[in-house]
C-alpha cells in the first residue's frame, strides 16, 4: 500500500520547537520531492517548504523561512520537518506530500496540484 504516515505533532508552547516526520511505505521516496504544507482553521492549504529529490535544493515560505528547516534521508525512506521558534500563526494541521518531476528551489512555490500522495495530517498547536 502507497502512503505516508505523518509523526511529531502536538502541543508546544511559543518559542519552543517541534520535529515532524514523514514516513513512505510502499514507494521509494527517493524518486520524490516531498513538499509539507499547513492549513489553518479556515485557511486554504499552504505550501510551506519543499526539497529536491536530486540535489536536495529547498524552498520556504517567508512566512517559516530562518525558522524551519526541511530535510529527507533516503535511507530510512523519510522526510523530516524541523520548526524552531513556533508562534502562534504557526498553529495549524500540517500534510507531507510526494511529488514526481519537482524541482523545489526558491523560484518555486508548492501547489497542492503538483504532489499526488499525500500523509494523513498532523495538528499542530502553538500555546502558553
Known amino acids: 500500500q502507497v502512503q505516508l504516515v505523518q509523526s511529531g505533532g502536538g502541543l508546544v508552547q511559543p518559542g519552543g520547537s517541534l520535529r515532524l516526520s514523514c514516513a513512505a511505505s510502499g514507494f521509494r521516496l527517493d524518486y520524490y520531492a516531498i513538499g509539507w504544507f499547513r492549513q489553518a482553521p479556515g485557511k486554504e492549504r499552504e505550501g510551506i517548504s519543499c526539497i529536491s529529490r536530486i540535489d536536495g535544493a529547498t524552498y520556504y515560505a517567508a512566512s517559516v523561512k530562518g525558522r524551519f528547516t526541511i530535510s529527507r534521508d533516503n535511507a530510512k525512506n523519510t522526510g523530516y520537518l524541523q520548526m524552531n521558534s513556533l508562534n502562534a500563526e504557526d498553529t495549524a494541521v500540517y500534510y507531507c506530500?510526494?511529488?514526481?518531476?519537482?524541482?523545489?528551489?526558491?523560484?518555486?512555490?508548492?501547489?497542492?496540484?503538483?504532489?499526488?500522495?499525500w500523509g494523513q495530517g498532523t495538528q499542530v498547536t502553538i500555546s502558553s
Open positions: 506530500a510526494a511529488g514526481e518531476a519537482l524541482y523545489c528551489d526558491s523560484d518555486y512555490s508548492p501547489s497542492t496540484a503538483d504532489f499526488q500522495t
